[in-house]
């Protein structure tokens, strides 16, 4: 069925009759794969949008209903559908409705019933081309008395034959079936007698109406059902662009464009429909503007405007500005601005736009100087750069006019060239300059290998190239699988999708010839390149993520660092774990293992332990912060010089990974998001509004209020601390000594 630019009118004539059922063993019976072709034919019909009319006639079927059944004549031919554009609803029919039927039909009379529907159904029409295609497998008895009155009839009316078997028309005759009878007919053994006698027919029929390529219109149903996988794209009638081109202001040329590459795009979009009802009415869609504020107040569209988002900022445009804005042409143009070298327009400047230009049809003088341009061009090997406006007020383009010719045909094929913007300019380091990444000359020549055993053209013994892989003739994928998912969902709503058939898979891989070829260079490259699996390194875990959010969890890892019942663990502050004296906060302290130690007595490390350093280390290591900062003075640098990783670990043995601790950023920078979220983190510690929280000094903090502010840092039992009051241990005690030494020199002088 060639495709061709006006609306067409086709009959399908199909076999239903008892022999169609019949097959060999392993085999599909005829009847599965007439139906099969007839599915695929209907469905590409249905996704290319056309306005071709399409009928439906079923022969051998039980029941009869034509209008030439009269008298006995016509019988058990059945008219399924008229003239129609096919659609899902033909597609249900033909999956739920069309079955086998019990009986014989001759093929002959439902050509007639056929040809009687098209005479019907396009009385008073135009239609460019009438067709009827047969679907038998010749295996009923026919009466061949009118067949020249019905070959003359086709001839007259335009009506074009095709004929669909389940055998190739070079098959054997009766081969090891019986001849004086009817042998096994799809069992393999040959064909039968009526068969043979309907396939004589068939030979007829095609040679009286196409003497020289008639036969060509008879194929079997494997190669129908092949051809017909793919879905036909939808067919666009060539929309001619005219303008003229300019060389200058003196020469111009008229001219006709047409796209020769343009991406193909689906017509019908998504839509939103009911979910209940699938009708797309009972959808209502508001658009509704508002302003971005806690009210949310609803603003008229005609109070709106479009806005261009520079940066952060949005620059306001009215439709008035959007207008003058607009680049300003006088209307079509061509204009060829100079000429250069072909060899100068690379392969990846190539636009997205492909476009033949020919001069018009009844145009002999544009004819010849378009031919002349062309011709110069070739022999000089040189492109015409053009200024290319489609129409008034849009946007021009430049490109280049290649010199195309042809055995039919001449013209110049214009191609889109990039602006400077549109080009991307990347910078990569040299292989050649560096010596470790420097292929020996082994890989040099297995590269080289693999590269001409994977070449998609190949030459012949007559020197023609002849290309394995033909680009221009696979389908695109994205809409061959969108076509058939539409398909199976339309008769199936509640089924999964079918996998993607597997002749589009094998489409899209490499032809056999080639990955044969390949093999073996292959696994010479993998020895000569030899792939070393790189190990991902652990990924450290949050303490959440270890401990989960369980208090059994989190009451286990605070002990282990011995900070059970502490303020970092309850999340209580340390007035409220505090309130009953220093009794109750020594035994506090004693249950975090931190007894006698700084934070509880106040006094510093020195104090405590004096210069025994195994003691000290001793009290440290209980509470699990042997080594630590608070125990050695040294900052967390000094302390895990040994890098990231391993300083990292440590803190998240302690779950305070990531805290101004660790990663010795202020909680501004850890905490951007502002003080309603920092102030939780802090509070969950018990710390909300300390000097760590909120950056500030004790003293401004406190301001001249000592009363107060020691009495804050009591609570805690860290009076006279270094945290309190800023100094070290060793200033705090260089005060005591002085200021005892001023005490005795005062009684000594009085």
Not at 381 to 389: D, L, P
Not at 470 to 493: E, G, M, S, T, W
Not at 666 to 695: A, D, H, I
């Amino acid at each position: 069925y060639a495709p061709s630019w006006g609306e067409s009118a086709l009959v399908l004539c199909v076999d239903v009759g008892f022999s169609m059922s019949n097959s060999g063993p392993g085999q599909e019976p005829p009847f599965e794969q007439a139906k099969k072709v007839i599915q695929k034919f209907v469905k590409r019909q249905v996704f290319a949008e056309n306005k071709d009319e399409l009928g439906l006639v079923l022969f051998g079927s039980d029941a009869t209903k034509n209008n030439l059944a009269k008298d006995g004549q016509y019988q058990n031919i059945y008219v399924h559908r008229n003239l129609m554009i096919p659609d899902f609803g033909l597609l249900e029919e033909i999956q739920n409705d069309i079955h086998p039927g019990g009986q014989q039909g001759d093929w002959l009379d439902a050509l007639v019933v056929c040809m009687d529907l098209l005479q019907n159904e396009t009385l008073g029409k135009k239609y460019d081309r009438l067709n009827i295609a047969v679907l038998t497998d010749l295996d009923s008895p026919v009466s061949p008395d009118q067949l020249d009155i019905i070959t003359g009839n086709l001839k007259r009316a335009g009506i074009t034959l095709q004929f669909f078997l389940p055998f190739p028309m070079d098959t054997d005759e009766a081969g090891g079936g019986d001849v004086g009878g009817s042998g096994p007919p799809h069992g393999g053994k040959g064909l039968s007698r009526e068969q043979q006698q309907g396939l004589d027919l068939v030979k007829q029929v095609m040679m009286s109406l196409d003497e020289e390529d008639g036969l060509d219109e008879v194929q079997t149903f494997s190669d129908a059902i092949e051809k017909l996988s793919v879905f036909k794209h939808v067919e666009k009638r060539p929309m001619a662009w005219p303008c003229t081109l300019t060389i200058g202001s003196c020469l111009t040329i008229k001219i006709v464009g047409y796209k020769a590459v343009c991406e193909e795009r689906p017509r019908k979009s998504w839509s939103v429909v009911d979910a209940q009802t699938h009708q797309k009415e009972d959808v209502k869609r508001d658009v509704v503007y508002c302003v971005d504020d806690d009210e949310e107040t609803e603003v008229p569209k005609d109070d709106t405007i479009q806005g261009f988002r520079y940066g952060s900022d949005i620059v306001p445009f009215s439709k008035v500005d959007q207008e003058q804005m607009k680049y300003k042409t006088d209307g079509k143009s061509f204009a060829v601005l100079g000429f250069a070298k072909q060899s100068l327009v690379v392969h990846h400047f190539m636009g997205n736009q492909i476009l033949k230009v020919f001069a018009p049809k009844d145009d002999e003088h544009a004819g010849v100087a378009l031919s002349a341009l062309i011709r110069a061009l070739d022999e000089l090997k040189m492109v015409a750069v053009v200024r290319y406006v489609y129409a008034r007020n849009g946007n021009p383009q430049v490109g280049a006019a290649f010199p195309c010719i042809k055995e039919k045909y001449e013209c110049l094929m214009y191609v889109q060239l990039p602006f400077m913007e549109d080009l991307r300019q990347y910078t990569f380091p040299s292989l050649e300059n560096n010596k470790k990444y420097t292929p020996s000359e082994n890989q040099l020549s297995v590269v080289d290998s693999l590269i001409d055993s994977m070449m998609l053209v190949e030459e012949n013994e007559d020197g023609e190239k002849k290309d394995l892989f033909k680009v221009n003739h696979i389908p695109n994928p994205q809409y061959q699988r969108l076509f058939q998912c539409l398909h199976h969902r339309a008769l199936n709503p509640s089924a999964p999708l079918p996998p993607v058939e597997p002749w589009l898979i094998t489409a899209l891989q490499r032809p056999q010839a080639v990955a044969a070829r390949s093999r073996a260079p292959l696994e010479n490259m993998k020895k000569l390149f030899p792939l070393k699996e790189v190990v991902k390194k652990k990924e450290l875990k949050t303490s959440k993520e270890l401990f989960g959010k369980g208090d059994v969890y989190r009451t286990a890892v605070w002990k282990q660092v011995g900070l059970q019942n502490s303020c970092l663990e309850k999340g209580r502050s340390t007035e409220q774990l505090f309130r009953k004296g220093k009794v109750y906060r020594t035994v506090v302290w004693k249950q975090g293992g931190l007894q006698n130690n700084c934070l509880e007595t106040g006094r510093s490390t020195e104090q405590l332990f004096g210069n025994r350093e195994v003691y000290r280390t001793a009290v440290w290591k209980q509470g699990g912060l042997q080594n630590s900062c608070l125990e050695t003075g040294r900052s967390t640098e000094q302390l895990f010089r040994k890098g990231k990783v391993y300083r990292t670990a440590v803190w998240k043995q302690g779950g305070l990974q990531n805290s101004c601790l660790e990663t010795g950023r202020s909680t501004e920078q850890l905490f951007r998001k502002g003080k309603v979220y920092r102030t939780p983190v802090w509070k969950q510690g018990g710390l909300q509004n300390s000097c760590l929280e909120t950056g500030r000094s004790t003293e401004q903090l406190f301001g001249n209020r000592e009363v107060y502010r020691t009495a804050v840092w009591k609570q805690g039992g860290l009076q006279n601390s270094g945290l309190v009051t800023g100094r070290t241990g060793f200033q705090i005690l260089n005060i005591i000594v002085t200021s005892l030494s001023h005490i005795i020199n005062a009684i000594l002088r009085d």
